[in-house]
């Protein structure tokens, strides 16, 4: 296909149906294929030839999906996995074993921060949690000669931090190892991460990039230009035979797409968390309209924002988007159209008033998700961490009274409208 630009890709990329075919990308319903000769499947078996053999491997509906993420992202291949957290896991266990050691920044998603911090450990992967503010020397600081890769969000969900992308990928490409940025809040409509020099990208597409809610899923995106050889000692996973496949060897085999080939080959052969195509066919409907939802998303968000400012009973607003937050500046820099729909503030009155609001709300509903068409509405302290204590919930930078309030595409003026008399409830 023509180069076309970014919407178009959203709408048209990569399924091309010939004459006669489907106009829509249809869902291979198939865990098998049939192939003449036991020959011919050995060959796909030793990675030889190209084709599909299992569903657990690769599927074309899931390909097309998946294509169509890496080339929204600027990305050499892409896989889908069944979940976000499972693409997170992925993206470092596809480079780190047992004795390497991670950096993550410490504003991350709170189910990726459990991953890294029990059971990452457990395999007995070390990880060091870094400040997203980090100046460069205490970045460089944190490094060690088993470190094997730097992982961080580029909008982090729910603090809504804004990752220096540049300085976060300067460090770790001066250590020799590779920038995994979790994309999921942005999504490539508003950041491109491999553009700023990040190598990895992976996302939740449960969000935005589904949209609606219907799909849970995850991807791996590979940048390619990560130079695997340069660093060969660092990643014998890449860079020496794989006996599995009869010594290929990654990284001198796949041309720059040796990273994505290995997650697939191997890992997603192994475990298996692979996206169903029915999935990969719902997420790639919310693909062919992300570019609009996103837009109006950051639109209604920053009305609301900018409503809750001005209110009397809201003690804070948090949102990337306002001119009054210290994110300001990087937001402008790393997603110039806009960041994402969730916005997060503190009401007078503490945990209660909060709740109160909450109840109050009734075109907002109470769920625990962000990031789909309808706006909904989440209180941590109550729900996701009411584990914490008071004390415990300021440390994680979730205090009592932070509400979380992820804006959808409804008509601005009614979402405001809701959260008016809910506060005058409050
Ligand atoms: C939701 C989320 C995840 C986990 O994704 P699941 O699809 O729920 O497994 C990871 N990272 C971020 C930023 C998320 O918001």
Request: with cysteine; glycine share 8%.
């Amino acid at each position: 296909m023509k180069d076309y630009r970014f919407n178009t890709k959203c709408v048209q990329g990569v399924y091309e149906p010939k004459n006669g075919e489907p106009r829509v990308m249809p869902i291979v319903q198939s865990t098998t294929y049939k192939y003449e000769s036991s020959e011919q499947m050995g060959k796909l078996f030793d990675l030889e030839e190209s084709g599909y053999f299992y569903t657990r491997l690769a599927n074309p509906t899931c390909d097309y999906t998946a294509g169509k993420i890496a080339q929204l992202e600027g990305g050499v291949g892409g896989m889908l996995t069944s979940s976000g957290q499972a693409a997170s896991f992925y993206s470092v266990f596809n480079i780190c074993r047992s004795g390497d050691h991670l950096i993550s920044t410490s504003a991350i998603y709170g189910g990726t921060f459990n991953l890294f911090d029990v059971t990452l450990r457990q395999m007995g992967i070390d990880v060091t949690f870094v400040s997203p503010d980090s100046t460069e020397e205490e970045l460089m600081a944190a490094f060690k000669p088993n470190t094997k890769a730097v992982f961080a969000e580029s909008l982090s969900n729910p603090s809504l931090v804004v990752l220096d992308i540049e300085l976060f990928a300067k460090c770790a490409h001066a250590n020799g190892v590779p920038l995994i940025v979790d994309n999921t809040f942005p999504t490539p409509v508003n950041c491109r991460p491999l553009e700023h020099g990040a190598d990895i990208v992976v996302h939740s597409t449960t969000k935005y990039l589904d949209g609606h809610a219907t799909a849970l899923g995850g991807v791996v995106v590979d940048g390619g230009k990560f130079d695997w050889m340069a660093n060969a000692d660092k990643f014998p996973g890449l860079t020496q035979p794989d006996e599995s496949y009869h010594g290929m060897v990654y990284a001198k085999d796949c041309g720059n797409a040796a990273y994505i080939t290995k997650a697939t080959a191997h890992l997603m052969r192994d475990l298996g968390s692979m996206q169903s195509p029915n999935n990969a066919f719902l997420l790639n409907l919310g693909l062919e309209t992300v570019f609009l939802r996103v837009k109006r998303h950051c639109e209604n968000a920053l009305a609301v924002a900018k409503y809750l400012e001005a209110h009397e009973k809201i003690t804070w607003v948090n949102y990337p988007g306002l001119e009054s937050n210290k994110y300001y500046d990087l937001a402008k820099k790393y997603m110039p159209d806009g960041t994402c729909g969730v916005v997060s503030f503190g009401i007078k009155g503490g945990r209660e008033a909060a709740t109160k609001f909450m109840d109050s709300l009734k075109l907002a509903a109470i769920v625990t998700h962000v990031a789909d068409a309808r706006t909904c509405v989440l209180h941590p302290a109550s729900t996701t961490h009411r584990q914490l204590s008071d004390k415990q919930l300021e440390e994680a930078g979730v205090g009592s009274d932070l509400i979380r309030f992820s804006v959808g595409i409804e008509d601005v003026a009614d979402i405001i409208e809701d959260i008016e008399q809910a506060l005058a409830q409050a």
